[in-house]
């Protein structure tokens, strides 16, 4: 990586699932000079939160490649044949594995793909009229494309920002050091599927169980994933398309109608905390392990002597106060511009631009260069894009427009509506029969 280097076709920027499948699709057809590089030393993924039993909310077939090349070499399949467990996986009856199975599959594809290099943090990006200049830790390169996909920023409300790491923290950064909260009082903030996962967690932690949990979300209740058949249909090629079409307003409003079909929580995890509570209460007499407050949003948390104090409002307005240890905020990523294109911040409309219909970013400057995002489009391709149900198909639409031609079928599926010519009452759910 040191020294001068030619101008590449495409250099990419973080490899997660997103980078990694992009680099699966173009691995074994020549014709682009590329690379991909990572700050971190090896792959990983949300390990920060990799909690025992965590499982995937996707189907396994919805891997890096499959939807659009299950030919390739780099299908979840190929890697449960190499690794002599698909007769197991079929047996285990599973369609959606366990987390760590995903990482592990991920990792195994990304030692076999050549243009992958970890332990290079890209510093900065600038254009030089040409072509961009991608500052890291060990050179300078050119390359006439980018791709970003350098993940989300975890989210904290503004009440948690400024306290120590180990008393306030993001749910993201949970198991980054060793962490001993037996005996002490833990407020876990969000009602989503990470906060879920974070309470089974602590209430499956054995000697190491907190001796109390205060669970609050905003939300008027757990709600559970939409993943009923019709809803999952926003997760087909067709669907983002025809969100990509829809002007911003609307854009914004379809987003918001279909949150729980990415933000619920999975049911058989709410089956699971259910049944944990009642076990743990009923069965072996623990005192009300954990509060669960719905309908509670959080205002303050504030340092007191010995521990902190936490301000909740509930739904009628009435303040709740609970003194805790520890509070983890399971609260979400925000989107915004990515750190490493602050440098181009000028040469763009907005601090958010849009992003095309190829997943690349608008700017003023020359046609033949181009920023790819990936996982960055939730504004502009609706509720699917965070998610990896289309990661292979976003990955192939950007693999097409690098190639300049239909290197792979990226066109309409079958479906059960068709949602290019759906009407507005149908989207917005306006029919009462």
Known sequence: MSGPSPTLDLVGIGIGPANLSLAALLADRGGLRKVFLERKKSFEWHSGIMVPNARMQVHFLKDLVTPVDPTSPYTFLSFAVEEKRLYRLLVSGRTHIPRREFEQYCRWAADRIDDLRFGVAVDTVEFDGDAFLLRSSHSTMRARNIVIATGLQPWLPPCAAGHAPDRVLHAANLLDVPRNLAGRRVAVVGGGQSGAEVVLHLLRAGEQRPSRLLWGTRRGNLFPLDDSPFVEEHYLPNYSRYFHAQPPERRALLNEQQRMSSDGVSAGLLREIYQQLYDLELVEGVARPCDVMVGHQLLGIDQQRHDLLTTWRSADGELVRRHVDVVICATGYRHGLPPVLRGLRDRM?????????????????????????????????????????????????????????????????????????????????????
């Open 349 to 433: 409309p907005d601090e958010l631009p849009p992003v095309r219909a190829d997943f690349s970013l608008e700017w003023d400057g020359p046609a033949d260069n181009l920023i790819f995002v990936q996982n960055a489009a939730r504004r502009d391709f609706g509720v699917a894009d965070p998610n990896l149900s289309l990661l292979a198909w976003r990955s192939a639409t950007i693999a097409n427009s690098l190639l300049g031609e239909k290197r792979f079928d990226t066109g309409q599926v079958s479906g059960a509506v068709d949602w290019v010519h759906a009407d507005d009452q149908l989207m917005t759910g306006t029919h009462g029969d």
